[in-house]
């Protein structure tokens, strides 16, 4: 059973614009929603997380916002650059955040 | 501060065959773990320490895989013996383990291919 469910599986965007991905999860003992940024034969990395004590973070061109009551948070990616070409998980966990249940992961492509 | 580290990069073996994984994570990082990551998919939780005690291993498949983290620092997973259905990228993260603070921090991952 798929804890956290992302989507799109694949996202295409021109440079400039934002990119826009969705996940939702069930468990509501869930608080904390980190988002990877990975590239090809590389690990991924963390690229912003947020708790359910907010509803938005930013950081940079980065911005997450989460919906606890449809428990439903999402990535922006503002300004969208080529460089940023990669594929994106979100993930949960709960308790002292040891589980983390990733998403399936979206690939992203930035078209210059 | 170095990154966590792991080797090898790139492993080919065929069926039947032991292999072994290796880890070092980053510098005071109490907890360690191992994912596997299946292509197009996210990391899935193998193994998880706290220092050398293995506290979450309920998805490691148990007849032919095992792990180890002596001293508490550096790590191996081994498989043995590999099956075609192995074949995947092993990802090492570790956390710091202090209350609070949730981050894992991945390495590059082995790349297994079994033929």
């Known amino acids: 059973q798929q804890q956290v469910k992302q989507s799109p599986q694949s996202l295409i965007v021109q440079k400039g614009g934002i990119s826009i991905i969705n996940c939702a999860y069930e468990?509501?003992?869930?608080?904390?929603f980190p988002w990877y940024q990975q590239f090809p034969g590389k690990g991924p990395a963390l690229l912003i997380a947020?708790?359910?004590?907010?509803s938005e973070k930013k950081e940079g061109r980065f911005t997450i916002s989460f919906n606890k009551s449809a428990k439903q948070f999402s990535l922006h990616i503002m300004d969208s650059q080529p460089g940023d070409s990669a594929t994106y998980f979100c993930a949960a966990s709960k308790n002292t955040g040891n589980q983390f249940y990733f998403g399936t992961g979206t690939s992203l492509t930035v078209i210059p | 501060e170095a990154g966590v580290v792991q080797s090898p990069r790139y492993k080919i073996i065929e069926k039947k065959q032991p292999v072994a994984f290796w880890c070092n994570p980053i510098s005071g990082h109490n907890t360690l773990y191992w994912y596997l990551q299946n292509l197009g998919q996210g990391p899935e939780l193998l193994i998880r320490y706290e220092n050398e005690e293995a506290v979450d291993d309920s998805q490691l498949p148990k007849d032919r895989f095992s792990a180890e983290r002596l001293k508490g620092v550096d790590s191996t997973l081994k498989i043995q013996p590999a099956e075609l259905g192995d074949s995947a990228v092993y990802l090492c993260?570790?956390?710091?383990?202090?209350?609070?603070?949730?981050?894992?921090?991945f390495g590059p991952g082995t790349r297994l291919t079994v033929t």
């Open positions: 947020i708790r359910p004590d907010v």
């Open positions: 993260a570790s956390s710091s383990g202090v209350p609070g603070e949730y981050e894992q921090y």
């Open positions: 468990n509501t003992a869930f608080d904390y």
